[in-house]
């Protein structure tokens, strides 16, 4: 589609101001809900990003110089400021994601909650103090930023995933830039302002918008000191392996399949409720959505199809700022392509579609990215469709006889995300939560996604590196330990050891 000569351009935020910035290469950004080009947004070159890089280093030593309670402070009016301005940006980003505007809303107040936490860093940088460990020797360790540390970002959630890498970064003194999503980058970028009236020093919160130039210009600079992603699972490993090259620390998280198993004592109504939910809301463009539904049992998974057929085809799919929607469009038109394509690759391999999205429109707004709920019965594990994460509204039935089988088969996927138990059994439910391989598990919750204060990240193909986002790990992720043995001069006694201190 051309580029209008009067659509609104989308920059970069460096330094504390919109940068034009110098490639002269530039990305669309679509309105999901008709199709239409509605801004178009700068890709940054290899420049563009060490100025933002030459910012940031230069600002984050005297940020790293304010106690870390006054820092706090800043991150208390951000809170306050971007819940003034919670409908602007709620509208925002349903522009350009698609997502309904409750959905939004929960989108950046999932955010907020981690920079709520992130005021407590006064506490959580506290290090430990051990008092004589020798004689008039003690030893005390304590939590110093990395320096500048980036965060590079997928489209579903733009205000939550980057404020989740931005508020444990910052409030532990580093300087951050964040690369977001070319799908979505405006609330990203009203972030950025609101940092800057909330009080940050300019140059501690930067967004560079691009593509894999921006990104690979991030890692093989040597003042990016880490790199938090969150994306499809191909682009993490890389991220990964080439950030680690480079001797940088990184955490990245990826793809996602999660399973729900269904005991026969599940309660089939709450299940239904659940499915519908998890595996559709948001178009089904949630890591943590449940696209494989493992009822126990043929009985258990007929009563379930029975329940679910007519839920699924009553799914009510428009425009994203109608209050009274299910859900909205996918992303873009290559995501649209994408899901129907899976969806037809299922029907070949021999799944049952029980009821198929495809050819769904939505009346006044046919060049939309529109599609209707999908039900696949009859999955099994040799699919693609059930190996491969498909990101849209596309739910599947995968039988089990046994419970052991049903486990099995959750922990033989290549993702480990999230996983779910429906069951009245406590002996059941303790069981699956210590044997499946997955990072986030959920007991009659179908989308565990933790609490702030708790950490969040998948295991196997979804997420590379060590430790979690959020909660005490991500104020770990971006610091580093400094462990100090202090003695003074009083306690030392005259002579040269050879041998390595010990306890004896
Ligand atoms: P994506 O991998 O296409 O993009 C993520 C980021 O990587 C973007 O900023 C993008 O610009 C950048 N990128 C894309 N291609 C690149 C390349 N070749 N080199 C360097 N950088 C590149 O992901 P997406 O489509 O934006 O997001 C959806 C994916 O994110 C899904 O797979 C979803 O499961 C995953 N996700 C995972 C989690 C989690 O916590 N595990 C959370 C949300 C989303």
Known sequence: MSVQASVREITHFIGGEQVAGTSGRFADVFDPSSGEVQARLALASVEDVTRAIDDAEAAQPGWAAQNPQKRARVLMKFVELVNRDMDELAA??????????????????????????????????????SDSVGTGIDTYSMRQPLGVVAGITPFNFPAMIPLWKAGPAIAAGNAFILKPSERDPSVPMRLAELWLEAGLPTGIFNVVNGDKVAVDALLHDDRVKAVGFVGSSDIAQYIYETAAQQGKRAQCFGGAKNHMVIMPDADLDQVADALIGAGYGSAGERCMAIS????VGQDVADALVAKLVPRVQALKVGLPSDATVDYGPLVSKAALERVEEYIE???????TALVDGRGFTLEGYENGYYIGGTLFDHVTSEMRIYDEEIFG?????????????????????????????????????????ARVQA???????PIPVPIAYHTFGGWKRSGFGDLNQHGADGFRFY??????????????????SFVIPTMN
């Open 393 to 433: 509204p596309v739910l599947m039935i995968a039988r089990a006889d046994t419970y052991e089988e049903a486990l099995q088969l959750t922990n033989d996927h290549q993702y480990g995300n999230g996983a779910a138990i429906y069951t009245r059994d406590g002996d059941t439910a303790r069981d699956f939560a």
């Open 292 to 295: 494989v539904a493992v009822p």
């Open 439 to 445: 990072g986030m598990i959920g007991v009659n919750v």
């Open 92 to 129: 925002l980003l349903t522009s350009e994601h698609g997502k309904t505007i409750a959905d939004s809303k929960g989108d950046i107040q999932r955010g907020l909650e981690v920079i709520e936490v992130s005021i407590g860093a006064p506490h959580l940088l506290k290090g430990e103090y």
């Open 345 to 351: 690759i299922g029907v070949q391999e021999g799944a």
């Open 479 to 496: 610091t580093k330990t400094k462990t100090v043995t202090s003695r003074w001069p009083s306690g030392i006694k005259d002579g040269a």
